[in-house]
């Protein structure tokens, strides 16, 4: 039976950098927003409009690709949001099974719970957060402490509620988890290289 | 400056098993009942008595062991928590000045956040915990599964209260610590071996 490492992480606490990062160390295989990918493939929707359900955004346009005939408003809605969760479903175990790997987000620890896969969660202080996301900035992103801390609650309040929705289980409770990582002001690098020691055999 | 490394932990959990086997591990010194035993020589009280304190059980007699005149009741009891948080205080300052080490319990995360200790908090599935005391019962520990779960409860629900009072902070809650470990079903010789690779330089 294949390895496999979850990572559920905070918005701007590195958690994405840190699971790459131990994927590589570990040689273990990395999926992150391939999923979005295939989930996209299975259920003919775009990657925009399932990262939109599942990052909860407003989505004002319906977001037909191709070949679907309307049933009104609520229950289309609805409807898609199942394909999405049921495409989520099976190609989060169909990867898992294929090698060792470390999977981030997508509610992956919830998902596999019965392949019991390593589930870590990572968060930092909001300053560091801030000051990481800050550092890290692009076009269109907050430019000053007081908003991108606003956007980081905002984010995070949609991935928990995400999570716990499709789980039943809260968001970033620690007993969810075998481990939970504080980022703050870590030598990634160093951490990672270390930390993978408990999964060598 | 010495490293200092503080164990707050579940009852039952191995929290301690944990903090004494990572000294080992590491060479640093271990603080974990010593503590009390220097209160005691501190402040004159007994042991069990300062002990009854830091957990919060009931003390139906005065713990008087040598030369204290009475002031009566509340007061004096109060005095008394005084003297043993300042002790407790100094202490673990001492204690955490001399050489690395690794501190269990007695809010030393709190106490020494100066020196920027790096704070781990351990804990694991009910189910593994009880099963865990069970297996190492004492005389006059309860004998089933029931029962010990409720004492479990209990027990934390006094770490809990004393360190929350004594710190301001939420006992167990991650953002006060820097690694959350579920110790549930680990292998804790090997657990520790690799885990404590983040603290060799």
């Not at 131990?22 to 409009?49: M, N, P, R």
């Not at 989060?92 to 019965?114: H, M, P, Q, T």
């Not at 992103?141 to 801390?149: G, R, V």
Request: aromatic content about 12%; hydrophobic content about 35%; proline content about 2%.
């Amino acid at each position: 039976m294949s390895q496999i490492i979850t990572i559920a992480r905070e918005f701007g606490s590195g958690g994405r950098q840190f699971a790459r990062k131990l994927a590589e160390e570990l040689g273990y295989d990395y999926y992150d927003k391939e999923i979005l990918t295939q989930i996209a493939e299975h259920t003919e929707l775009s990657e925009e409009y399932i990262k939109s359900v599942v990052d909860r955004k407003p989505h004002s346009l319906f977001p037909i690709n191709i070949g679907h005939s309307f049933s009104s408003g609520m229950d289309y809605q609805l409807q898609q949001m199942q394909s999405i969760f049921s495409a989520q479903f099976d190609i989060i175990n169909d990867l898992a099974d294929k090698s060792n790997c470390v999977i981030v987000g997508r509610c992956a620890d919830y998902i596999l719970r019965e392949k019991k896969p390593y589930r870590i969660f990572v968060y930092a202080d909001m300053d560091y957060k801030v000051a990481r996301c800050l550092e890290n900035r692009k076009d269109g992103e907050p430019d000053n402490a007081a908003d991108y801390e606003k956007l980081i609650k905002k984010l995070d309040k949609n991935r928990a509620q995400y999570y716990n929705d499709y789980t039943g289980q809260t968001w970033g409770d620690k007993k969810y988890f075998d481990l939970c990582i504080n980022t703050t002001n870590i030598d990634m690098d160093a951490y990672v290289k270390n930390l993978a020691q408990l999964f060598k055999k």
